[in-house]
């Protein structure tokens, strides 16, 4: 791979630079990450969301593993792109409900769903730090698989709660 390829990838994993700011690139890598959400639901579809969200998590592993050997260390503070391909993951728990009823989250109706958006990223952040078991040892797997996998399962986690939340709320009409 060549020189100018392998700082390519190194500034995508490292966010654009959101990964070298401190403190806590972590949660500046999240913010893009809400970003990158926003983005998404530019086109209204389920199967874009979903599509989008397949890919990039798959081509973040291989990134993710060539950012590790180019800065010579196991899961670089700077990388970032774990997070950010995490944060749609732990939306989709409440885009995921709206789908089921028929709708969908559209970037035009921000300020419905805004509160579910900080409470992904919120929920996101808190098991992304916290790693409880089973998502801790996700992080001992090898090179960007390990980088990205305790990501995903900690935004799945995150998915889970805020899809639960999201259902009860709506079906005890606090929420239209």
């Known amino acids: 791979m060549s020189a100018s390829t392998t700082r390519s990838l190194l500034l ?8 070298r700011l401190h403190p806590g690139p972590g949660t500046w890598g999240s913010l893009g990450g809400v970003l990158l959400t ?18 990039l998590t798959a081509t973040s592993i291989p990134i993710c593993s060539v950012a590790e050997r180019a800065l010579g260390e196991t899961d670089p ?22 789908w089921s009823v028929g709708a969908t989250p559209r970037i035009e109706g921000i300020s419905q769903w805004w509160p579910a ?15 409880p078991w089973p998502i801790r040892r996700l992080q001992n ?23 639960i939340g999201t259902t009860v709320l709506f079906y005890t009409r606090l929420i239209a």
């Open 141 to 163: 797997l090898h090179g960007g698989l390990g980088i990205v996998l305790d990501d995903v399962a900690a935004a799945l986690v995150s998915a889970l709660l805020l899809g």
């Open 77 to 98: 503070g700077s990388v970032v792109l774990d997070e950010i391909i995490a944060v749609p993951i732990a939306f989709s728990g409440y885009a995921v409900h709206w």
């Open 38 to 55: 926003a983005g998404l639901l530019l086109v209204p579809h389920p199967a874009f969301y979903i599509a989008t969200v397949l890919i």
């Open 117 to 131: 958006l900080v409470a992904a990223f919120v929920l996101f952040r808190i098991f992304d730090i916290w790693k």
């Open 12 to 19: 995508l994993a490292q966010g654009f630079g959101l990964g």
